[in-house]
């Protein structure tokens, strides 16, 4: 019975954490249907200017299109190579490449993402550990209270044995006196 009560006592701050997420997507989901909030239409894109129109322009205007890459040694827009992830040198080296902002080269910007998203990975990590040594030194007590719990029981084991002494001497006594006073 009390390892049930132990259980769901355990399981309600999850509980909590679970509706807290799932009580704001239930009523996005909700809130849709009834109040009649509809996805806005996007208007169909005008045919898109190509990339080589912005040539001899500025970088801004390349840029303003996502699948324009800006080269700045010879001032030329081309497509970006989507199916390759980071563009060859052969086609403008990573130093003098600008893509959607033009205050950063593509290679600051890889090196900033790659920090970013190493720093994220090691704070992640970080944490786990942290959740993982918590939870490890929950489940089992601590060495303070390993050795409070050993001087309780050797305590009480030394009172046992005082007690059963206690009554060993006290049973001598009765009989002694006992068998004295049996014949009067």
């Known amino acids: 019975m009390m390892e049930r ?12 954490r679970l509706w ?4 704001p997507c239930c009523f996005l989901l909700w809130c849709r249907p009834v109040t009649g909030i509809e996805p806005t239409a ?3 894109p005008s045919p898109a200017t190509p990339c080589a129109a912005f040539t001899q322009k500025t970088c801004e205007e390349c840029v303003k299109n996502t699948k324009c890459l800006w080269c700045h040694v010879n001032s030329t827009c081309m497509d970006y190579p989507v199916r390759k992830l980071i563009p060859p ?3 403008c080296k990573l130093t003098d490449a600008y893509w959607a902002i033009c205050w950063v080269n593509f290679e600051a910007m890889i090196i900033s993402i790659a920090v970013v998203a190493g720093f994220l990975l090691l704070l992640i990590g970080c944490c786990c550990c942290y959740c993982c040594r918590r939870r490890r030194s929950r489940g089992r007590p601590s060495e303070e209270e390993e050795r ?30 006992d068998s004295e006073y049996s014949f009067v």
């Open 42 to 44: 996007t208007p169909s």
């Open 20 to 23: 807290a997420f799932c009580l």
């Open 89 to 91: 040198s052969s086609l």
């Open 148 to 177: 409070f719990i050993r001087d309780r029981e050797e305590k009480r084991m030394q009172s046992l044995q005082r007690k059963h002494e206690r009554k060993v001497k006290h049973d001598e006594i009765r009989k002694k006196y």
């Open 5 to 16: 009560e132990a259980a769901a006592r355990s399981w309600q701050p999850r509980r909590r």
